[in-house]
């Protein structure tokens, strides 16, 4: 990715063909289903599947009694398709539909190895919904014998992107129809989840909060790099866009009050008052506000805590880091300080911000320690700046750092970090 190859440059509008991989990454993410291409006996055939990215690989799930996909490797392209709205012009010519598209042309070959093929199918399950994988049975040695998954390598893969979803565009017209009076714009559209409805044989179990707050990854609509919640993997840390699956690990690694003491929000100390609190985040992100990620301690695999980018202004280019909270048992760990340099690495040199800033409540010692440790300069203090749970003002100190100044705490920070 990120080069154009002669197969991926679209012969039409190549101006929306993007070949970064965040691109492409957030629309196979975002997607359900994609249509698998190749020729069968000569015949080119299509085939609507299931699909899930790992990394820079794409895996692809069918059956085994499907011939061609027991003689991968064979060449394939696989298309996938977000609709986002109906475009209307004055005249029928110039009607269209706007779109989000991957096309990706390689070999496709069939995962043999065992853990890689379970792998897959997990990331199957997790592309459906967030969470699923742990929730359900495994696969028997029948059932994964009569599986197959095919895998493409994403080295050749475009993206197209339609421009008509920001309010106030122009449709493309002939300057001979727009006096005509025919109504012409963009109506947006969007899928939606509804409730869920449980089996009838289900037996006394709730639903699961992953489908009661389910939403699609990017559901919003099409952002750029400085909206989304990359994963950033650290020795002790990973970092991973917040969702409902994370919600129980938080209400048992840091639901407890003295974790969210000096945070606006209530003590999330229900199930009920966590799924708010992750809704509530990503009710910001689906608005552009902020980015939220859950904090993964990658000795056990669990969620322990939260963090978000906020104030995001590409224009300036700076950003915020905030909305912190880690359970306690992690507080003297490094997970927190490797999971700052993970957004502040990611902040400066990936998304080019020339500032990052943080906020935090005056009373709020042991957070001002932890920002100054990692070099940010105290710039000053908005008086009477926010009303805090109880009702009090709260005066708010500020921290910054640039770009310039980066680098050395850069290789400050991580050199403690590998001691």
């Given at each position: 990715m990120d080069a154009p190859s002669p197969r991926t440059v679209p012969t039409r509008y190549a101006d929306r063909a993007r070949y970064d991989s965040d691109t492409i990454s957030a629309i196979l993410d975002e997607a359900l289903?994609?249509?698998?291409?190749?020729?069968?006996?000569?015949?080119?055939?299509?085939?609507?599947?299931?699909?899930?990215?790992?990394?820079?690989?794409?895996?692809l799930h069918g059956s085994t009694a499907s011939r061609p996909l027991r003689e991968a490797p064979t060449p394939v392209c696989v298309t996938v398709t977000l609709l986002d709205g109906l475009v209307f012009a004055r005249s029928g010519f110039n009607h269209s539909v706007d779109y989000r598209s991957v096309m990706v042309h390689g070999h496709a070959r069939t995962v043999?190895?065992?853990?890689?093929?379970?792998?897959?199918?997990?990331?199957?399950?997790?592309?459906?919904?967030a969470g699923r994988a742990a929730d359900c049975r495994p696969p028997s040695g029948k059932e994964l014998a009569a599986t197959a998954v095919l895998a493409v390598p994403l080295a050749e893969a475009s993206a197209k992107i339609g421009d008509r979803l920001v309010p106030g565009a122009v449709v493309e017209d002939e300057p001979e129809d727009v006096p005509l009076s025919y109504w012409a714009g963009f109506l947006p559209l969007r899928v939606v989840p509804g409730a869920p409805v449980a089996s009838a044989d289900l037996a006394d179990i709730a639903t699961p909060s992953y489908l009661k707050t389910y939403r699609r990854p990017g559901s919003a609509g099409?952002?750029?790099?400085?909206?989304?919640?990359?994963?950033?993997?650290?020795?002790?840390?990973?970092?991973e866009a917040l969702g409902?699956?994370?919600?129980?690990?938080?209400?048992a690694t840091a639901s407890d009050a003295e974790v969210h003491e000096h945070i606006p929000h209530p003590v999330p100390g229900t199930r009920?008052?966590?799924?708010?609190?992750?809704?509530?985040?990503?009710?910001?992100?689906?608005?552009?506000?902020?980015?939220?990620?859950?904090?993964?301690?990658?000795?056990?695999?669990?969620?322990?805590?939260?963090?978000?980018?906020?104030?995001?202004?590409p224009d300036r280019p700076s950003i915020a880091i905030g909305y912190t909270f880690l359970g306690k048992a992690w507080w003297r760990s490094p997970i927190n300080t490797e999971?700052?340099?993970?957004?502040?690495?990611?902040?400066?040199?990936?998304?080019?911000t020339e500032r990052v800033t943080w906020h935090t409540d005056i009373r709020n010692l042991r957070s001002q320690q932890a920002i100054e440790r990692l070099g940010a300069v105290r710039e000053g203090v908005h008086r009477r700046h926010?009303?805090?749970?109880?009702?009090?003002?709260?005066?708010?100190?500020?921290?910054?750092?640039t770009a310039p100044e980066w680098p050395e705490h850069r290789d400050r920070l991580r050199a403690r970090l590998e001691n």
């Amino acid at each position: 990715m990120d080069a154009p190859s002669p197969r991926t440059v679209p012969t039409r509008y190549a101006d929306r063909a993007r070949y970064d991989s965040d691109t492409i990454s957030a629309i196979l993410d975002e997607a359900l289903v994609a249509h698998l291409g190749l020729v069968i006996d000569g015949a080119p055939r299509v085939i609507p599947t299931l699909h899930a990215r790992i990394g820079d690989t794409l895996y692809l799930h069918g059956s085994t009694a499907s011939r061609p996909l027991r003689e991968a490797p064979t060449p394939v392209c696989v298309t996938v398709t977000l609709l986002d709205g109906l475009v209307f012009a004055r005249s029928g010519f110039n009607h269209s539909v706007d779109y989000r598209s991957v096309m990706v042309h390689g070999h496709a070959r069939t995962v043999t190895d065992r853990d890689e093929k379970l792998r897959a199918l997990d990331a199957l399950l997790e592309q459906a919904a967030a969470g699923r994988a742990a929730d359900c049975r495994p696969p028997s040695g029948k059932e994964l014998a009569a599986t197959a998954v095919l895998a493409v390598p994403l080295a050749e893969a475009s993206a197209k992107i339609g421009d008509r979803l920001v309010p106030g565009a122009v449709v493309e017209d002939e300057p001979e129809d727009v006096p005509l009076s025919y109504w012409a714009g963009f109506l947006p559209l969007r899928v939606v989840p509804g409730a869920p409805v449980a089996s009838a044989d289900l037996a006394d179990i709730a639903t699961p909060s992953y489908l009661k707050t389910y939403r699609r990854p990017g559901s919003a609509g099409p952002k750029n790099a400085w909206f989304r919640a990359p994963v950033l993997e650290g020795r002790h840390v990973r970092l991973e866009a917040l969702g409902p699956q994370h919600v129980d690990d938080l209400l048992a690694t840091a639901s407890d009050a003295e974790v969210h003491e000096h945070i606006p929000h209530p003590v999330p100390g229900t199930r009920e008052q966590m799924e708010q609190l992750v809704a509530a985040a990503l009710a910001d992100a689906d608005r552009g506000v902020r980015v939220p990620f859950a904090q993964i301690d990658r000795a056990t695999g669990r969620a322990i805590g939260s963090t978000s980018y906020y104030e995001i202004e590409p224009d300036r280019p700076s950003i915020a880091i905030g909305y912190t909270f880690l359970g306690k048992a992690w507080w003297r760990s490094p997970i927190n300080t490797e999971a700052k340099v993970l957004l502040l690495s990611h902040a400066f040199e990936t998304l080019g911000t020339e500032r990052v800033t943080w906020h935090t409540d005056i009373r709020n010692l042991r957070s001002q320690q932890a920002i100054e440790r990692l070099g940010a300069v105290r710039e000053g203090v908005h008086r009477r700046h926010k009303k805090r749970r109880d009702g009090s003002w709260r005066d708010t100190v500020i921290y910054g750092m640039t770009a310039p100044e980066w680098p050395e705490h850069r290789d400050r920070l991580r050199a403690r970090l590998e001691n």
